[in-house]
């Protein structure tokens, strides 16, 4: 989950002069925490954050420097510092729903149990927090948007696993809704709708997804399986080819492809042996190499059959079976 940088400067930096808030006990603290808060990118900012840490490590700043940390850990996807920092964060305030939230979306892929149990705590703090005095009534709506939507996501994933996957449409719906520029939950939406046999609105979040991060895993592989579905066999064929470019390892998207030449009719043989090659004991794929090649055979076979039995490919072709 990401916050706008004016939400991060006004979480971290506006509460500095309020009574209320955290307190610097210098100009040099204070100057340090705004150089983690107006870091350039995610990178930067950790390193602002570690040497605040280090030089103020009792600072009333602690706790949203951690925070600002974690932010950019989850940016570069490293789940591991995610829930290092996570749980530092939670050792000083255990009802921190942003950073439960964020563990929960961490843990989601090999933690099901700690994610589930992550997610609920948020969900139960988001709805016990009061408005802080310093917060506006747009950016207390925006802050609790952002956080529910993260939490819906996990359990969107959650659900997904589960094979309850109209459930988990309703919860990314609910995390789209807030960030519609959020690839992965786009991508995630359209599986969820996929695999809950609705590909005409699966197509639609695969394209937003692969439109906002054409690289990312799964993007074009899963627009091309549900264009696949939908009959729209050119469409497939072209995103799926792009999928095995991307991703040669992964057999889904070479599995499809195949299957979307065979409805155009449109046999391509290297791709047929570069595919038998890569997969020498799938039988799925297997089988469509096989019939993608008997494919031909009958097509060769029906057009030299019109041709007549005096015509000289109808002669050459019996020549070969009798060779």
């Not at 789209?176 to 991508?187: F, I, L, N, S, T």
């Amino acid at each position: 989950m990401r916050r706008n940088k004016l939400a991060a400067v006004f979480l971290g930096c506006a509460w500095a002069a309020s009574a209320a808030g955290p307190q610097a006990s210098s100009r040099q603290e204070l100057d340090a925490f705004g150089a983690a808060v107006e870091a350039p990118d995610s990178l930067a900012r950790i390193r602002a954050c570690e040497a605040f840490l280090a030089r103020y490590p009792h600072s009333e700043f602690l706790e949203k420097a951690l925070e600002l940390e974690i932010d950019a850990f989850h940016d570069r996807g490293d789940r591991a510092a995610v829930e290092r920092i996570g749980a530092r964060i939670l050792a000083l305030d255990k009802k921190n729903a942003r950073v439960l939230a964020e563990m929960a979306e961490a843990e989601v892929a090999q933690e099901k149990t700690a994610a589930a149990r992550d997610a609920a705590e948020a969900m139960a703090a988001l709805d016990q927090l009061r408005r802080p005095e310093e917060m506006n009534r747009a950016e207390w709506i925006a802050y609790k948007r952002d956080v529910a939507a993260s939490i819906h996501a996990t359990r969107g994933l959650l659900a997904i696993g589960d094979g309850r996957y109209a459930e988990a449409a309703a919860e990314l719906r609910q995390s789209v809704a807030v960030h519609p520029d959020k690839a992965e939950w786009q991508r995630d939406l359209g599986l969820a709708l996929l695999e809950a046999k609705q590909p005409q609105e699966a197509v639609v979040a695969f394209e937003s997804a692969h439109a906002l991060r054409p690289q990312m895993p799964g993007a074009a592989l899963f627009l091309g399986i549900a264009e696949l579905r939908l009959g729209r066999f050119e469409d497939a064929a072209r995103d799926l080819n792009a999928a095995v470019e991307r991703e040669p390892a992964q057999r889904e998207a070479w599995l499809n492809l195949l299957r979307a030449r065979r409805a155009l009719g449109s046999f391509e043989e290297e791709l047929a042996q570069r595919a038998a090659r890569r997969f020498p004991n799938d039988p799925d794929i297997q089988f469509e190499v096989a019939e993608a090649a008997l494919d031909q055979i009958r097509e060769i076979a029906r057009r030299v059959n019109e041709l007549g039995p005096e015509s000289a490919d109808f002669r050459a072709l019996v020549a070969r079976k009798r060779g």
